[in-house]
C-alpha cells in the first residue's frame, strides 16, 4: 500500500478492481479549470460499496488517482475503446458532458507519459501481480472491474442506463458460463440488466481477460442511483450526494452475491480442473 495505491491481499481466486474511485489530484491540481470538474465523474462511493469484498477472501486493488489525471481504465496508446462513440481520454480533457477540464489545449505528450510512469503503470503492475499470485494457487482466477456512472449522461447513451450493465467486449473477455452465472445471481424482477450494452468492458477487461488461459475478466458498471440519492444534474451545491447505506443495502447485497458467484465458478468443484 502507498499513498495513492491500495491492496488488500485475499486467497480467494478473485480481484475486485478499482480504477475509478480515487478523487486526490497530486502534483496536476493547478492545472485544472476546476478542481471539483476534475473530481466530478469519479465513480463515487464504490469501494464503499463493495466493503465486504475482503471478507470473502477476494483481493482488492483501488487507486486514489482521479480518473481526470490519468484514466488507468483505458488503453495506453491512446486508442479508443469504443471508436466512433463519446468517449474520454488516457488523460482526459472533457468531463462525460463535454466540459473542458482545462483551460488549455491539456497535458502534452510528455506530460501524459509521466502520468501514465507514475500512476498508470504501477496500478497495472499491481494488477498483474495479484492475478499472478492467485493464478499459481488457482486453475482460474476471475478479474472483476468495478464501476459506476450517473443514471443519465445524454452525451455517452440516450436514456435511463440500466442498474447492471455487465461488461465482456462481447464475450470475449471469460468464460460464457461465468457471465450467465453473475446474470443468475441478480434478480431480474428487481433490477434492470442489460450484458454488453453501452458499456463492454474498458482496457483493464479487455487486456487481462485470457479465459482460455484461466483468467476471466468482467465488468460491472452500476448506475449510481442504486446506492445513492442521485439529483437530476450535479451541480456543486449538490454533488456528490453521501453514500446512502439504507438506500445501498439491497444493491450490497446483490453484489455479494454476484461476488460469492464470481468465487464459485473459479472454484474447483470435484473432477473439475
Request: proline share 8%; hydrophobic share 35%.
Amino acid at each position: 500500500m502507498t499513498d495513492w495505491l491500495d491492496i488488500r491481499r485475499g486467497e480467494a481466486p478473485l480481484v475486485v478492481a478499482f480504477p475509478h474511485t480515487g478523487t486526490d489530484l497530486a502534483d496536476t491540481g493547478a492545472a485544472f479549470r476546476c478542481e471539483w470538474l476534475a473530481r466530478r465523474d469519479a465513480d463515487w462511493w464504490v469501494d464503499r460499496l463493495y466493503d465486504f469484498a475482503t471478507d470473502l477472501g477476494a483481493t482488492t486493488v483501488r487507486t486514489g488517482i482521479s480518473r481526470s489525471v490519468i484514466d488507468v481504465n483505458r488503453d495506453p496508446s491512446g486508442a479508443s475503446l469504443y471508436p466512433g462513440q463519446a468517449t474520454t481520454e488516457l488523460c482526459p480533457t472533457t468531463t462525460f458532458d463535454g466540459e473542458p477540464l482545462y483551460p488549455d489545449t491539456g497535458p502534452d505528450a510528455a506530460e501524459i507519459a509521466r502520468r501514465r510512469a507514475r500512476w498508470f503503470d504501477p496500478y497495472h503492475a499491481a494488477i498483474a501481480a495479484e492475478i499472478a499470485r492467485l493464478k499459481a494457487l488457482h486453475p482460474r482466477v476471475v478479474l472483476y472491474d468495478a464501476h459506476s456512472i450517473r443514471s443519465h449522461v445524454p452525451r455517452l447513451f440516450d436514456g435511463e442506463l440500466p442498474q447492471f450493465n455487465i461488461g465482456t467486449n462481447g464475450g470475449q473477455t471469460c468464460d460464457p458460463d461465468l457471465t450467465e452465472d453473475v446474470i443468475d445471481a441478480i434478480d431480474a424482477d428487481d433490477w434492470s440488466i442489460v450484458v454488453n450494452g453501452r458499456f463492454k468492458g474498458g482496457w483493464t477487461t479487455r487486456h487481462y481477460g485470457h479465459p482460455q488461459q484461466g483468467i476471466h475478466a468482467i465488468q460491472m458498471e452500476l448506475a449510481i442511483r442504486g446506492y445513492m440519492d442521485e439529483p437530476g444534474h450535479p451541480s456543486e451545491a449538490n454533488w456528490p450526494p453521501p453514500f446512502a447505506p439504507q438506500r445501498a443495502a439491497p444493491l450490497a447485497a446483490t453484489l455479494n452475491d454476484i461476488l460469492k458467484a464470481c468465487i464459485e465458478f473459479a472454484t474447483p468443484t470435484k473432477g473439475q480442473t
